[in-house]
Antibody, heavy 119, light 109 residues
Framework: EVHLVESGGGLVKPGGSLRLSCEGSGFTLSSYSMNWVRQAPGNGLEWVAS???????YYADSVKGRFTVSRDNANNSVSLQMNSLRAEDTAVYYC?????????????WGQGTLVTVSS | ETVLTQSPVTLSLSPGERATLSCRAS??????LAWYQQRPGQAPRLLIY???NRAAGISARFSGSGSGTDFSLTINSLEPEDSAIYYC???????????FGQGTKLEIK
């Protein structure tokens, strides 16, 4: 069975850094494009970043230059390094898998990890 | 960037009724539109992809239609468990950035 599990969330001060991890099981994560999607409290879904199977990486304008996505194929995981965090980055962060190569949608989601940016 | 606008914002219906949710794109997305269900406290779940294809394990009560800029999600024979927020999503061709609609909250009273 396919599972995605995020970890690494927590409370961080404005300007601080945090690294989220998303570990996959039941499938080979390196064979799929992976995405990070966030949801601020009481708000809708916002796409954050994606990494393709060829390691092409794309970011939302709101996080470009501050967040970095990477893969760790040995651990079947992807990470989201978040620097220069702001209050508006407070959200539940989900990792989600593209359904297949060239798919335009995400078929598997993790349960999310909460990031709170506050002094 | 393609903007998705969902309507209505909130929909309140009774068990057994039919719900019709709308998603309008600011420019044509062909049939590359997906729908997700998010129940309180849970992660989103894929319902429909490529406008009209049901995801694995999704009840036949859920159906999607549309192309270009206008899309619909229909839920027949509403059940209490259908209470959730429903989001549409599309991906731009280049750069491949995703956008979501703002969501429709479906209440089953």
């Amino acid at each position: 069975e396919v599972h995605l599990v995020e970890s690494g969330g927590g409370l961080v001060k404005p300007g601080g850094s945090l690294r989220l991890s998303c570990e996959g099981s039941g499938f080979t994560l390196s064979s799929y494009s992976m995405n990070w999607v966030r949801q601020a409290p009481g708000n809708g879904l916002e796409w954050v970043a994606s990494i393709s199977t060829s390691n092409y990486i794309y970011y939302a304008d709101s996080v470009k230059g501050r967040f970095t996505v990477s893969r760790d194929n040995a651990n079947n995981s992807v990470s989201l390094q978040m620097n220069s965090l702001r209050a508006e980055d407070t959200a539940v962060y989900y990792c989600a898998r593209d359904a297949w190569l060239a798919a335009h949608f995400m078929d598997q989601w993790g349960q999310g990890t909460l990031v709170t940016v506050s002094s | 960037e393609t903007v998705l606008t969902q309507s209505p914002v909130t929909l309140s219906l009774s068990p057994g009724e039919r719900a019709t949710l709308s998603c309008r794109a600011s420019q044509s997305v062909g049939t590359y539109l997906a729908w997700y269900q998010q129940r309180p406290g849970q992660a989103p779940r894929l319902l429909i992809y490529d406008a009209s294809n049901r995801a694995a394990g999704i009840s036949a009560r859920f159906s999607g239609s549309g192309s270009g800029t206008d899309f619909s999600l229909t839920i027949n024979s509403l059940e209490p468990e259908d209470s959730a927020i429903y989001y549409c999503q599309q991906r731009d061709n280049w750069p491949p950035k995703d956008t979501f609609g703002q969501g429709t909250k479906l209440e089953i009273k």
